[in-house]
């Protein structure tokens, strides 16, 4: 199996633009979840999916954040408006579903700068 | 106050020695605990569980003390490969998803 696969590796958008980050899970897990990371906060959980529903998305920043998983394959984390202080590692981790936690698998990350 | 709080270092160790780190958790009905670690620039992965009775892989030990509500990692004869940031995990029953602390900086030097 490839792992957890996000693209792009590296974005640099002007401020105000849309930007779309882009995850494929490992095949058969249900969970799926999006991290940010920065050194001042750490990683922090931004939403989760359980079968490709969105569970909890109590840690979106605000209104400009968005994510969605269309099918088992495939999720997507926007944010429109971007603005400098989004710039941060954006991680998407998929884990199975076992009844109890075993391990989250991250991907390589998405390192995003909004100039 | 985070959940999941951690000494962010860094521990700057020669090789060879041991080195131990602590981690606190808030949430009372934590309980499954994890150490991550993240290389530089790469993503975290799982390094071990951490069970009630303790438990050793190797250099490496993990306990937990649940009346003082935290867990440790410690690293015997430490290698220069070691050096990484070390991420504590625990999990809230019911919900399984995991909170992550900000890490913890190891740098072994020669």
């Known amino acids: 199996d490839a792992g957890v696969i996000q693209s792009p590796r590296h974005e640099v958008t002007e401020m105000g633009q849309e930007v779309t980050l882009r995850c494929k899970p490992i095949?058969?897990?249900?969970?799926l979840f999006w991290y940010r990371q920065t050194m001042m906060r750490g990683l922090e959980l931004l939403i989760y999916f359980n079968n490709n529903v969105p569970i909890d998305d109590s840690g979106m920043p605000e209104d400009r954040f968005s994510a969605k998983m269309p099918n088992a394959s495939f999720s997507t984390l926007k944010i429109q408006p971007s603005e400098p202080r989004d710039s941060a590692v954006y991680f998407c981790?998929?884990?199975?579903?076992?009844?109890?936690?075993?391990?989250?698998?991250f991907g390589q990350g998405t390192r995003l700068t909004v100039v | 106050r985070k959940e999941v709080e951690q000494d962010p270092g860094p521990f700057n160790v020669p090789e060879g020695a041991t080195v131990a780190f602590n981690c606190t958790y808030s949430?009372?009905?934590?309980?499954?605990f994890f150490w991550y670690r993240q290389d530089c620039r790469k993503e975290p992965k799982l390094l071990m569980s951490?069970?009630?009775s303790g438990n050793e892989d190797g250099r490496f030990t993990a306990q937990l003390n649940r009346a003082s509500q935290y867990i440790s990692l410690l690293i015997r004869d430490s290698k220069l490969s070691d050096s990484a940031t070390y991420l504590c995990v625990a999990l809230s029953g019911g919900s399984y998803i995991p909170t992550f602390g900000r890490g913890t900086s190891l740098i072994v030097h020669p």
């Open positions: 951490v069970y009630s």
């Open positions: 095949s058969g897990h249900d969970y």
């Open positions: 981790a998929s884990s199975p579903s076992t009844g109890v936690y075993t391990e989250a698998f």
């Open positions: 949430n009372s009905a934590s309980q499954s």
